[in-house]
C-alpha cells in the first residue's frame, strides 16, 4: 500500500501568511535478518531541479533556507520505477514511497519509524559528501572563468569585422536557436549517459570549440575589410564560425544541467536543506566572481593588445584550464565513493540497429513530452517571467552590448569596468536577498526584485532616448542604471528559481529544465532577430525599448499570478 510521504520545501512564505498544517515524514527502515541484504537500486537515486541561469545562477539560498518555514508540499510523484528507499539521510525524497515486498525472503522487513524531529540544524547544514563538494566547487572555478573570458573576447573580435551589429546578432540568434530546438534532446541525453564521462567529453568538446572559433576568426582577418554586412556573412568562414559557436552552447548548456541539477544534489545529500541552499549560493558566487574575474581580464589584455590577440590568449588560457577541470570532475567522484557511477537511467529500449525513423520518432516524443511537463508545472508563472526577463538581451552584459559599446567608442577600461561591476552587484545581491526575504517573504521578494528591475530598466532608456549618448556623463548614467538594476535581476533569478524548483516534480527535473532553457533560449531568439533586423548600431534604441518591455510584462505576470493564486500558493509554500 503506498505510503504518502510529505517533503518540507526549501523556502516558505514570510510568517505573515496563513498557517496550515505540517505533516511530519516517515523514514523506512529496513530490519534484517541474518544473512539477509536488502540493496536499493542505484538507477533509482532522486533526481532534482536545481535553479541555473540565463545562464548559469545558481540559486542562493544560504540564507534563504534559515530563512524560510518547515511547511511541506503535498506534492507526489513516481519516477517510473520502484521507489528509492533512503538509509543514509533523514529525509524520504519528493516521490511516491511504495512498499517493497518479497514474499521469497520473509525475513526482510521494512518498518517505519519517526524521523527526527525539527531542530537537527547540524546534519542539515552539512554535505553528505563536504570534500567532493569543494572539487564541485573547484571544477565550476576552472569552467566558469574561462567560459566567461571566452564570452567577452569573441563578441570584441568580431565587432572589429564591420561596424555593424548584424554579424554578432546573427551569431547569436542561430545559437539560440539551435539550443531551442535541441533543449529537451539535450535533457533527455543527459539523464541516459554515464555522468563522469558525459562531464568530461563535454568539457573537451567545449575547449575544442573554442579553439576552432578562434582559428576560424584569425583567419578572417587574413581577408581585406568587407565593404558591406551581407558580404561578410556570405564568407565561408563565418559559416564555421556560426557551428563552433552552437556546440559552445549546447556542451555550456549540457554542463549545467549536469552540474546544477545532477551533481550539486546528490553531493548535498538528500533531505539536506540547508546544505543544498549553501552550496546553491556558493555556485552562485564563484560563477559571479569569474564574471568579474573575466571582465578584468578582459579589460587588461585589450588595453595592452588588439582583439585578434586577446582571443589568442583567451583560447590559450581555455586549454590550459582544461585538464584541470578534467582532474576535478574525476577527483569529485572519487571523494563522494562513486556515488555517480550508478547514477545514471539508461534506456532499456535502445534499438540495436540504427534506424534513422525510430531516432526521429523518439526525438520528437521527447520534445512533446517535455513542453508538456513543462507546461504542466503548477508554477509556470514564475518561470514564464523568467523566460521573459531573457527577452532583455540589449540593457545587460553581453555581446550585443559588448559590441555596441565598442562601436561607441568605449575604451577597454569602461568596457571593463561595465562586465566587473554588473558581476560585483550579482555577488552583493546573494548577501541582500536574505534580508529582502525575511522582510517580505520569498514570493512577494522575487515581485520586489522584478519591479526594481523594471523600474531601473525603464529609467536607463529614458537616459539614452532623451540624452545625449554621446556625452560621457549621459553614457556613465545609462551604464549606471543598467549595472544597479543587475541587483533585480540577481534577486528575481535567485528567488524565482527556487519557487520554481519547489514546485517542480522531482523526478522531472532535468526535462523540465532543459525545456525550460529552451523557452528562454526562444525569447532570445526572437530578440536577437530584432536585432538582425535593426542590423545598424543607430537603431540600438529600439533594441533597448523591447527589453525594458519584456522586463515590465515579467514583472506584471508575476505580481498578476502572486495576486490570483493565494490558495495555490498555500500548498505549494506553507508557512
Not at 544560504?62 to 530563512?67: D, G, K, N, V
Not at 575547449?207 to 581577408?223: D, E, G, N, P, Q
Not at 568587407?226 to 559557436?245: I, K, Q
Not at 526572437?526 to 537603431?539: E, F, I, P, T
Request: aromatic share 6%; glycine share 8%; hydrophobic share 50%.
Amino acid at each position: 500500500m503506498p505510503a504518502s510521504i510529505s517533503v518540507p520545501t526549501i523556502l516558505s512564505p514570510s510568517s505573515s501568511s496563513s498557517s496550515t498544517s505540517r505533516r511530519k515524514p516517515a523514514v523506512a527502515a529496513f530490519a534484517r535478518s541474518p544473512g539477509c541484504r536488502v540493496t536499493p537500486p542505484r538507477s533509482l537515486r532522486p533526481n532534482s531541479r536545481f535553479a541555473g541561469s540565463c545562464h548559469t545562477g545558481a540559486s542562493s539560498g544560504t540564507s534563504l533556507a534559515e530563512y524560510s518555514g518547515e511547511g511541506a508540499s503535498a506534492v507526489q510523484y513516481q519516477d517510473g520505477g520502484p521507489p528509492f528507499v533512503n538509509l543514509s539521510s533523514s529525509n524520504i525524497p519528493r516521490t511516491e514511497l511504495t512498499l517493497l515486498k518479497d514474499e521469497s525472503a520473509p525475513s526482510c522487513l521494512l518498518t517505519a519509524v519517526p524521523a527526527p524531529q525539527k531542530g537537527n540544524g547540524a546534519e542539515e547544514s552539512t554535505p553528505a559528501y563536504p570534500a567532493a563538494m569543494k572539487a564541485l566547487y573547484g571544477a565550476c572555478l576552472a569552467g566558469n572563468a574561462t567560459e566567461h573570458l571566452w564570452n567577452f573576447t569573441w563578441p570584441a573580435a568580431v565587432a572589429t569585422l564591420h561596424q555593424s551589429l548584424l554579424p554578432v546578432a546573427l551569431l547569436g540568434f542561430f545559437t539560440k536557436l539551435v539550443v531551442f530546438v535541441t533543449g529537451p534532446l539535450v535533457g533527455n541525453l543527459v539523464s541516459s549517459l554515464p555522468l563522469i564521462p558525459t562531464y568530461r567529453s563535454l568539457t573537451v568538446i567545449q575547449s575544442a570549440a573554442h579553439l576552432v572559433s578562434a582559428a576560424v576568426i584569425t583567419h578572417a582577418f587574413t581577408f581585406p575589410r568587407a565593404s558591406t554586412a551581407a558580404e561578410l556573412l556570405l564568407r565561408p568562414w563565418f559559416a564555421v564560425l556560426v557551428a563552433s559557436t552552437a556546440v559552445d552552447s549546447l556542451s555550456r548548456v549540457s554542463l549545467g544541467i549536469i552540474a546544477e541539477r545532477d551533481f550539486v544534489v546528490q553531493l548535498a545529500g538528500e533531505g539536506r536543506r540547508i546544505a543544498l541552499a549553501q552550496a546553491n549560493a556558493t555556485l552562485s558566487r564563484v560563477d559571479l566572481i569569474c564574471e568579474t574575474a573575466g571582465a578584468s581580464v578582459f579589460a587588461f589584455l585589450l588595453s595592452k593588445n588588439d582583439p585578434l590577440t586577446c582571443i589568442k590568449l583567451s583560447c590559450l588560457i581555455s586549454l590550459s584550464a582544461l585538464p584541470v577541470h578534467i582532474f576535478l570532475g574525476g577527483a569529485m567522484n572519487r571523494l563522494a565513493d562513486g556515488v555517480f557511477n550508478h547514477s545514471e537511467h539508461r534506456s532499456l529500449h535502445a534499438p540495436s540497429t540504427f534506424d534513422v525513423r525510430r531516432i526521429v520518432v523518439d526525438a520528437v516524443a521527447t520534445i512533446r513530452r517535455g513542453w508538456r511537463e513543462y507546461i504542466s508545472q503548477p508554477v509556470l508563472p514564475a518561470s514564464l517571467a523568467y523566460v521573459l526577463v531573457c527577452f532583455n538581451v540589449a540593457l545587460a552584459p553581453g555581446a550585443l552590448m559588448t559590441t555596441f559599446l565598442i562601436h561607441h567608442g568605449a575604451s577597454p577600461l569602461v568596457l571593463g569596468a561595465f562586465g566587473g561591476s554588473s558581476a560585483l552587484m550579482g555577488i552583493l545581491t546573494t548577501f541582500m536577498t536574505p534580508s529582502l526575504v525575511k522582510e517580505l517573504g520569498i514570493l512577494k521578494a522575487g515581485a520586489a526584485g522584478l519591479l526594481g528591475q523594471s523600474a531601473l530598466l525603464g529609467a536607463a532608456v529614458l537616459v539614452y532616448l532623451t540624452g545625449s549618448i554621446s556625452r560621457q556623463a549621459a553614457l556613465f548614467a545609462f551604464l549606471g542604471l543598467i549595472v544597479v538594476s543587475r541587483l533585480g535581476h540577481m534577486a528575481y533569478s535567485v528567488i524565482g528559481l527556487q519557487v520554481v524548483q519547489t514546485g517542480s516534480p522531482m523526478g522531472k527535473a532535468k526535462l523540465i529544465g532543459a525545456t525550460e532553457i529552451a523557452v528562454a533560449s526562444l525569447a532570445e531568439l526572437g530578440m536577437m532577430a530584432v536585432v538582425v533586423a535593426a542590423k545598424d548600431v543607430s537603431r540600438f534604441g529600439a533594441v533597448a525599448v523591447l527589453s525594458a518591455a519584456a522586463v515590465a510584462a515579467a514583472a506584471w505576470l508575476y505580481c498578476a499570478w502572486l495576486a490570483n493564486s493565494a490558495q495555490h500558493m498555500k500548498t505549494l509554500f506553507p508557512s
